[in-house]
Antibody
């Protein structure tokens, strides 16, 4: 079964840090570009970051550039998102999402992990 | 950045009726357009990619059309499980990858 399992969310104070993880199974993880997409409570979907299959190239939304770092470990079939200098506006469910190639759609999606930034 | 605009924001439809959802791109995205369905408390699910190709396991009542800047998702006969929020996404020109604001299909 193709599956992405997100973890690592929780409550953190403004200015704090959190590391999200995503475990992949059921497909050849190392051949997929991987993304993080977030959804603030009651809002729409916002793309956050992408890392290419080899890990050689990364992209970020302007809203998180300089604060978030995406990485992957193909040997462990895992994706990560290191989030620093967190703000109230970063509160959202974060989804790990696979992308077959650079100009491709998103499938599958993880179940999401909730990050709440609040004092 | 390519802006994706979905309309209407909310669509009230009776079960068995046809639903037509629209998505407009601020510039051409050729056919690099996907549709996703999201139910409350769940992750989005891929419905359509390449503007008109159904993803694996998606019922034939879902169809996509369009190219360039104008796209449509049609649900031919709404079933109870189809009431959800639908998002379009372009993957032609990025970063950033962009989504529409969503259309909520609710029971009339």
């Amino acid at each position: 079964e193709v599956q992405l399992v997100d973890s690592g969310g929780g409550l953190v104070q403004p200015g704090g840090s959190l590391r999200l993880s995503c475990a992949a199974s059921g497909f050849t993880f190392s051949t997929y570009d991987m993304n993080w997409v977030r959804q603030a409570p009651g809002k729409g979907l916002e793309w956050v970051s992408c890392i290419t299959s080899s890990g050689s190239t990364v992209y970020y939304a302007d809203s998180v550039k300089g604060r978030f770092t995406i990485s992957r470990d193909n040997a462990k079939n895992s994706l990560y998102l290191q989030m620093n200098s967190l703000r109230d506006g970063d509160t959202a469910v974060y989804y790990c999402v696979a992308q077959r190639g650079t100009y491709s759609w998103f499938d599958p999606w993880g179940q999401g992990t909730l990050v709440t930034v609040s004092s | 950045e390519i802006l994706m605009t979905q309309s209407p924001a909310t669509l009230s439809v009776s079960p068995g009726e046809r639903a037509t959802l629209s998505c407009r791109a601020s510039q051409s995205v050729t056919s690099s357009l996907a549709w996703y369905q999201q139910k409350p408390g769940q992750a989005p699910r891929l419905l359509i990619y390449g503007a008109s190709t159904r993803a694996t396991g998606i019922p034939a009542r879902f169809s996509g059309s369009g190219s360039g800047t104008e796209f449509t998702l049609t649900i031919s006969s709404l079933q109870s499980e189809d009431f959800a929020v639908y998002y379009c996404q372009q993957y032609d020109n990025w970063p950033p990858l962009t989504f529409g604001g969503g259309t909520k299909v609710e029971i009339k």
